[in-house]
């Protein structure tokens, strides 16, 4: 017997749950079917894909990023034809840095002035001269291109060609990115630096403090009183750029008016709630992503039943 599910999760975060759950509530409004892979049911689910007993129409993989035991589930998941929210080669491309950098500055996005540098294990010398140096001005962000989540081998207030030396030897396999500092304007003593999240064809944004990293909505008052509309071209651009349905990116507004995109995709979000913990993500921001997925469900399986209450 083939058991057919409207939307697979697979997820393995303790701090997910509040957001998994969320999504399947919103499915369930919509009359859509949800099935969870997670650490308990990942043998079984995995015996019951091989098999095709187990079938989805589409499918959000948040685990298999950080736990190897997931790995498996990738495989059968592109073979299976279900249709992928962040597809696995758009993560791989979308994920590095200078790939992405490349790909912004030739769709017309600002961003920071950068020196993308090759891997230690492929030169081990760092070919720079004193103009591009004097051009990065100090201090300056020293960021591996691969290796992701929550700034792991990022320095920030770099001030040496010691300092590049060093960081490179951490992550011998990966490209370095040399960039600029970028200084954001203040908009009636608040920081001018967002996190935008596209979410399944909408846009969100949020006004997103880099040292307690609280977040806080971007309210239509203060969008239109402060010109923030680009926000909304930018985060789309970005989407066409790396083709992922879901992911986050912090922009800033530079003293001078200019919009520069400054953390390209951060294509796993935390989606820890603010109720919950201080530097989550506002609530309400939350709850309207969880509406966007389980529409965006709905349309990819071209499912009319809707039971919204």
Known sequence: MVHQYDLGLAWNWEFDKAFIYGIEAECARQGLTTYRIEPHNLAESLRLLRTGKLVFRT??????????????????????GAHLFNPYEAIDKAKDKATMHLELMTAGINVPYTIIISPFSKKKEVELSLTELAHLGRPFIIKPANTTGGGVGVILGAESLKEIIESR????????????????????????????????????????????????????????????????????????????????????????????????????????????????????????????CARAVRHSTGSETQKIV
């Open 59 to 80: 499918f959000i993989d948040r685990a298999s990023d950080a736990d190897e035991s997931f790995e498996p589930l990738q495989k059968l998941l592109v073979k299976s």
């Open 169 to 292: 030897q951490h992550h011998k396999g990966d490209k370095y990115l040399l960039q600029e500092t970028v200084v954001p304007a203040t908009l009636h003593s608040m920081t001018a630096w967002f996190r935008v999240f596209y979410a399944f064809g909408d846009t969100i944004l949020c006004w997103w403090d880099t040292e307690t990293h609280v977040y806080r909505s971007v309210s239509p008052e203060e969008e239109y009183r402060y010109g923030l509309r680009k926000l909304h071209e930018i985060v789309t651009t970005i989407h066409v750029a790396a083709e992922l349905d879901f992911f986050s990116s912090e922009i800033a507004v530079t003293r001078d008016g200019k919009f520069v995109a400054v953390d390209y995709v951060n294509e796993i979000c935390d989606m820890r709630q603010q109720s919950d913990h201080i530097d989550g993500v506002p609530d309400d921001v939350v709850a309207a992503i969880e509406r966007g």
